[in-house]
């Protein structure tokens, strides 16, 4: 792996960049990256916005962005309606379930000292979507005096309780010591998976037809359905997140060292472990309770962006938010313009290119697996 | 209670126990800031268990005192900024450069410049890997990654002695996997380290270089202080050979100077030479 910058992208990249990264700081490269990666995002969303089974024209969506106007025509009118209150809430929402998976999944393998460690590949997303069938289930029976006093929240809170509580049932069985065994994390992941799958079975069972419908859009993940309730309930939980996740920049990355060594260096690991989980159970949390299990954002880009500019966490959460934001919007509109006017759950589409990237990682760190 | 005129490390009454088997048996002891202390000891006397005890990293009974102030007492990011700790192993999780390893040393805000490269260099440089800064730390060898998270230790108390307040480091075997002329570069950083005002407490297994650059020597066996003193208080036949279960033989060099300990072969081979 080449931790400098290629000939290419020497001839591409600033001198001063290229001189710090030959000197092994790759600081100012990760500033232009996360720079370029604003920007990308912000380019995804506009074409996003412009592009489904009606093409809309990037001056009427600036137009309607920025609120410049009375519509012309009933064509445009319509236009503005369905951007306004279909795809805005759907690039939206996308981008903040992207940044939430991908940051979740980067303080997860910083967490667990482990690249393949993924909330949903180790069943934190699978205890968040109990969770939350339980409140769609039981909303309106046994649950029904929480849904009363959290109103829009209860649904994504479940959730959040639902990962809580598997994040740390599985850091509590995988590690030992400071240090996570990958095969007992992936085994226990699998066996609460599959525990929480099987309790998800019962609610399914009991479940009435409308409440059917519900559970199996969460079965797939999908974006489909965003309305701007849904950025309420989940955008608050997710902002909170996505602003507080630097400040574990620094512990996480005394934590590459072990346990020990972060201790030493005067980082409150203790501490650090407990708002981490607390952060990952959350942000999956909200993501699941307004998308379903949409997988594998959480493994694939904090990997690229680190085999990109390195495994420094002050770095790589707000690159991996700026493109699991981006890639989730892009992979959405692929969804919903491939089989038009029909869609593609996302979910199908994020595990058919991250499953085999998944198997590459494993195979090319067989060590880990073995050791 | 005594007051030390130096400032020092006291031990008092050390006890560690793992999974509810006794490691440490009620070791004190006090060092000295300006010396190196060097602890030695069979496989399994408890060194490094001691040292991670002291240094916070294992639970324990009994008082650590660092510059007269209760190590349990200081909050994590003020104890940081007095000590230093070398642990025996290293894993990096993650592909770090060398410089982003050094880099974790550096504590926020310790330097005034935005960039901690010159430090990094220096630190490198003080360990013989100038120029290594760009290379991947996993591409390096067992050697190699250990002189650059010595480096990385350095850069965490870089002053040794910050307004006559003295800074420690914790070296767990710093020296274990390198070459003869490495082991001697990196004890003589050390030695400066503690020249320079600063205090070290080290792990060793080379018995001639402890006698070479200790100050002075602890000697451990089955968890408990056999002995302390000066190279040539401790580093006798009868001391060694005590604490090692082995007949060793000390000599003299240079000159009746620094005590040399010639290894012997014992039983069988013996007999048959």
Redesign the interface.
């Known amino acids: 792996?080449s931790?400098?910058a290629s000939s290419l992208s020497e001839r591409l990249l600033p001198e001063r960049v290229v001189a710090?990264?030959?000197?092994?700081?790759?600081e100012p490269l990760a500033r232009l990256v996360i720079a370029g990666l604003a920007m990308l995002l912000v380019a995804v969303m506009l074409f996003s916005l412009t592009t489904g089974a009606l093409d809309i024209p990037l001056s009427s969506v600036v137009k309607a962005l920025l609120g410049q106007g009375e519509a012309a025509s009933p064509a445009e009118l319509r236009d503005r309606i369905v951007l306004m209150d279909v795809r805005l809430p759907r690039v939206l929402l996308g981008a903040l379930v992207g940044a939430a998976l991908a940051v979740s999944g980067a303080v997860m393998?910083?967490l667990f000292?482990?690249?393949l460690a993924d909330p949903g590949i180790v069943g934190v997303s699978a205890g968040a979507g109990l969770g939350a069938a339980s409140m769609i289930v039981l909303g309106t029976t046994a649950l029904a005096p929480v849904v009363a006093v959290l109103g829009i929240y209860a649904l994504p809170l479940a959730a959040f309780f639902g990962g809580l509580l598997t994040t740390f049932t599985l850091y509590r069985i995988g590690t030992r010591g400071g240090m996570t065994s990958v095969a007992t994390m992936l085994l226990a992941g699998i066996a609460l998976s599959a525990l929480a799958g099987a309790a998800t079975g019962l609610l399914v069972y009991i479940a009435s037809d409308q409440q059917l419908r519900d559970l199996n859009f969460w079965a797939l993940g999908s974006l489909a359905g965003s309305n701007w309730q849904k950025i309420l309930a989940a955008g608050p939980i997710i902002a909170v997140v996505l602003v507080g996740v630097p400040f574990l920049a620094?512990g996480l990355?005394?934590?590459?060292?072990?346990e020990?060594?972060a201790?030493?260096?005067?980082?409150?690991v203790q501490r650090l472990k407990r708002v981490a989980i607390v952060a990952v159970a959350a942000a999956t949390g909200a993501s699941v309770a307004v998308s379903g299990g949409i997988g594998f954002v959480g493994i694939v880009v904090p990997h690229l962006l680190?085999l990109t500019i390195?495994?420094?966490h002050r770095f790589l959460l707000p690159a991996c938010a700026l493109l699991g934001g981006s890639l989730l919007i892009l992979a959405d509109t692929v969804s919903r313009t491939i089989v038009a006017p029909a869609e593609l759950p996302i979910g199908i589409l994020t595990a058919l290119a991250g499953a085999p990237f998944f198997l590459w990682i494993l195979l090319r760190r067989k060590g880990l697996i073995y050791s | 209670m005594s007051m030390a005129a130096t400032p020092t490390l006291e031990i008092e009454a050390l006890n560690v126990s793992l999974s509810g088997t006794p490691i440490v048996r009620d070791v004190s002891f006090a060092a000295k800031a300006g010396a190196v202390t060097v602890i030695v000891g069979p496989n399994g006397s408890g060194k490094s268990t001691m040292l991670?005890a002291v240094?916070?990293?294992l639970r324990h009974t009994g008082r650590v005192r660092l510059n007269g102030t209760k190590v349990d007492g200081l909050p994590?990011?003020?104890?940081?900024?007095l000590r230093?700790?070398l642990?025996q192993h290293?894993?990096?999780?993650?592909?770090?450069?060398?410089?982003?390893?050094v880099r974790?040393?550096i504590?926020?805000g310790a330097l005034p410049s935005a960039?901690p490269?010159r430090r990094i260099c220096e630190a490198l440089e003080r360990v013989d890997l100038d120029g290594f800064?760009?290379?991947?730390y996993h591409s390096l060898s067992g050697g190699e990654q250990q002189r650059v998270q010595l480096a990385r230790v350095l850069c965490?108390v870089w002053d040794p002695c910050p307004g006559g307040v003295p800074r420690w480091l914790f070296l767990d075997e710093p020296i274990s996997s390198l070459d003869i002329r490495h082991q001697i570069l990196i004890m003589d950083v050390a030695a400066d380290y503690a020249r320079a005002g600063g205090g070290v407490v080290a792990v060793l297994h080379d018995l001639n270089l402890t006698a070479l650059y200790a100050d002075h020597i602890l000697v451990m066996k089955t968890g408990r202080l056999l002995s302390q003193g000066t190279p040539k208080e401790v580093i006798t036949d009868r001391l060694v050979s005590e604490a090692f279960d082995h007949p060793l033989r000390v000599s003299a060099v240079p000159a009746g100077e620094v005590p040399f300990i010639l290894p012997q072969a014992a039983g069988p081979v013996a007999a048959v030479r």
């Open positions: 792996m931790l400098s710090q990264a030959r000197l092994g700081d790759r393998q910083g000292r482990n690249p620094h990355n005394g934590l590459v060292l072990g020990a060594a201790g030493h260096l005067g980082i409150r680190r390195g495994p420094d | 991670k240094t916070g990293e994590p990011e003020a104890l940081a900024g230093a700790v642990p290293t894993s990096l999780t993650f592909p770090l450069t060398v410089a982003e390893v974790l040393g504590r926020r960039s490269h800064a760009a290379r991947a965490q």
